[in-house]
């Protein structure tokens, strides 16, 4: 009998890997990417993708990775099932990828779904009527194995099939990780990126800045990279800039600014580059040589003398600009910050 494990590499689902591969099954282990998860983030290009490849190579199972950031990105502007807390569209988001995973099945001829989930965990997507929905809508209802949390849920078809037993299942519910990280100490499982996982968008700054790319029509994959890369701020309607926070922000800045965009940086001094993207009026361009002022080491000195050009060609400009003060930088943040 063959099966898709939903395989992120955290602690719920190495268990959930660890304990179906006991059970005789044959396992294709399938990770989905998108630009937001903040599961051992920095490891590599692959984000949680590199934990699933360790989990599934020390079962020997296979892998496949499928990046679903385009689709997750048409469901994160108009979620049908609406969103979390913050910007965090869970019941659609699970919707997409039981979707993939059932496409998957049909293709590799495997007959039901495995996954990590923990009932009453995640309150958005975890709870017995989110769970009904989301099999519902994807197309598998009856379908989704969840053997941490079985013996809690109604027995699904493999279960009365014989196909896996429900005696080996466990009743694992609620937030607290306890129980799992003592059945991986049992299980001799020790090595696991974390326990909880996460997502940014359930984080109230960063999602504050995708409903204001939502709200511009500008969300897209090198808007949302540049988000993660410094200081935002909301100048007018048609523009942002975003200030790099150390030295990594600021080459990571320099490098996804493209044809159109402007960049600043200080002449004589340490500090900053920002990237200004949109309409940039000449008095926008003084804000922005202000703001940038701001974060400058200017040793004593109430200004700074900010250079800036717009790619790919243009000339560099140099300003003598004074710093702009606290209040009204809170008021460019609250712009795009506020929930």
């Not at 020390?58 to 502007?77: H, P, R, W, Y």
């Not at 998957?104 to 923990?118: N, P, R």
């Amino acid at each position: 009998m063959k099966a898709i494990i939903l395989l992120s590499g955290g602690l719920d689902s190495t268990l959930a890997a660890e304990l179906m591969s006991r059970d005789g099954l044959e396992l294709l282990a399938v990770n989905f990417k998108t630009p937001f998860c903040l599961c051992d983030r920095h490891s590599s290009n692959l984000g949680c993708g590199s934990n699933a490849r360790r989990v599934a190579d020390s079962l020997g199972i296979d892998l496949k990775i499928i990046n679903a950031t385009e689709d997750f990105l048409e469901v994160l502007q108009k979620p049908a099932h609406g969103y979390g807390a913050n910007m965090n569209p869970c019941i659609d988001c699970r919707i997409l990828f039981f979707k993939k995973s059932r496409e998957l099945m049909e293709q590799s001829g495997a007959s039901f779904l495995i996954t990590g989930e923990v009932l009453g965990q995640r309150p958005m997507s975890q709870f017995r009527r989110q769970m009904d929905i989301i099999e519902r809508e994807a197309g598998l209802q009856g379908l989704v194995v969840r053997p941490l949390s079985a013996k809690l849920l109604s027995p699904t078809i493999p279960e009365k099939n014989g196909w896996i037993s429900r005696e080996r299942l466990l009743d694992i519910s609620g937030r607290s990780r306890k129980p799992q990280i003592a059945l991986a100490r049992d299980l001799g499982i020790n090595d696991y990126p974390c326990a909880a996982g996460g997502c940014l968008l359930t984080d109230p700054k960063f999602a504050g800045r995708i409903r204001d790319l939502i709200d511009h029509g500008e969300l897209d994959m090198q808007n949302i990279s540049m988000l993660k890369s410094g200081r935002y701020f909301r100048l007018s309607k048609n523009a942002k800039l975003i200030v790099g926070r150390n030295e990594n922000e600021n080459k990571m800045l320099v490098m996804l600014a493209k044809d159109g965009d402007f960049i600043f940086e200080p002449r004589d001094m340490n500090g900053p580059v920002a990237v200004g993207k949109g309409s940039f009026a000449p008095d926008l361009l003084g804000v922005s040589c202000r703001i940038v002022a701001r974060y400058c080491d200017r040793n004593g000195k109430t200004y700074a003398d900010i250079s800036c050009r717009r790619l790919p060609d243009g000339q560099w400009v140099t300003q003598r600009s004074s710093c702009l003060d606290e209040g009204d930088l809170a008021n460019l943040r609250t712009l795009t910050n506020a929930a």
